[in-house]
């Protein structure tokens, strides 16, 4: 678990905040953060509790390279904690972690994603498919990209998993029509947007997200 000082630096985002992505508005006139305004995600809706800055940036570093996979039982209490009201609307029957690569596997020891998916999957009661989408492509890190960019650096990053998908198939008798991905960091919305459409494409009707923190945009 975070310290007792880190935890209590923490503070969740307060005030209005896009409808779609979560992200802080610059005030309470529109709905939508100006990135959202000119993207049409395929995702239905998301949030995180708190803003990428410090001291929740150096955090999350510690949380993803810095062996500290604990993190995650802080950070999914943060989620449920900040996202009480979403969960009831939403009805999540399906929890999808964002997929690293197996070399970065081997490197880190584990994947921060899958680890904060299944501390959600306790908490809400709902599966956890860390095994159904795939990164069968070791993409470069997407920090300093541009939206463009990030596009086409993840271009064919993911894929699904088909024994995978027969077997949730079977076990929840048909793929489940509310999916919610899970990951670290929304930035600009191109990896949920990626696999929110994989999800569809294994009968998905909706697909919310969960991050732990979002970065700071026009809003």
């Not at 100006?34 to 001291?55: A, E, I, M, N, V």
């Not at 039982?73 to 009805?91: C, V």
């Not at 930035?187 to 994989?198: I, R």
């Given at each position: 678990?975070?310290?007792?000082?880190?935890?209590?630096?923490?503070?969740?985002?307060?005030?209005?905040?896009?409808?779609?992505?979560?992200?802080?508005?610059?005030?309470?006139?529109?709905?939508?953060?100006?990135?959202?305004?000119?993207?049409?995600?395929?995702?239905?809706?998301?949030?995180?509790?708190?803003?990428?800055?410090?001291?929740?940036?150096?955090s999350l570093m510690r949380f993803k390279y810095g062996d500290?996979?604990?993190?995650?039982?802080?950070?999914?209490?943060?989620?449920?904690?900040?996202?009480?009201?979403?969960?009831?609307?939403?009805?999540?029957?399906?929890?999808?972690?964002?997929?690293?690569?197996p070399l970065r596997y081997l490197e880190r020891g584990y994947?921060?994603?899958?680890?904060?998916?299944?501390?959600?999957?306790?908490?809400?009661?709902?599966?956890?498919?860390?095994?159904?989408?795939?990164?069968?492509?070791?993409?470069?890190p997407q920090k300093g990209l541009d939206p463009q960019q990030?596009?086409?650096?993840?271009?064919?990053?993911?894929?699904?998993?088909?024994?995978?998908?027969?077997?949730?198939?079977?076990?929840?008798?048909?793929?489940?029509?509310?999916?919610?991905?899970?990951?670290?960091?929304?930035?600009?919305?191109?990896?949920?947007?990626?696999?929110?459409?994989?999800?569809?494409?294994?009968?998905?009707?909706?697909?919310?997200?969960?991050?732990?923190?979002?970065?700071?945009?026009?809003?």
């Amino acid at each position: 678990m975070l310290c007792r000082t880190c935890a209590k630096e923490l503070r969740f985002i307060q005030g209005p905040v896009c409808m779609k992505c979560g992200r802080p508005l610059s005030s309470d006139a529109g709905e939508y953060c100006r990135s959202c305004q000119k993207t049409q995600h395929s995702f239905t809706s998301g949030f995180s509790p708190f803003l990428y800055r410090d001291p929740v940036q150096n955090s999350l570093m510690r949380f993803k390279y810095g062996d500290r996979a604990e993190y995650a039982r802080f950070y999914s209490a943060a989620i449920l904690s900040h996202g009480q009201e979403r969960f009831r609307l939403w009805k999540p029957q399906l929890i999808l972690p964002v997929p690293v690569h197996p070399l970065r596997y081997l490197e880190r020891g584990y994947n921060q994603a899958e680890e904060l998916a299944n501390c959600l999957s306790k908490s809400l009661c709902i599966p956890a498919a860390s095994d159904l989408i795939r990164r069968q492509k070791n993409t470069r890190p997407q920090k300093g990209l541009d939206p463009q960019q990030r596009r086409k650096n993840l271009s064919g990053a993911f894929c699904t998993d088909p024994r995978a998908l027969r077997k949730w198939e079977k076990r929840l008798n048909g793929f489940p029509e509310r999916v919610l991905l899970c990951d670290d960091i929304y930035t600009t919305g191109t990896t949920m947007d990626l696999l929110a459409q994989e999800a569809k494409k294994c009968g998905a009707a909706e697909v919310y997200f969960v991050s732990i923190s979002v970065a700071p945009g026009d809003g």
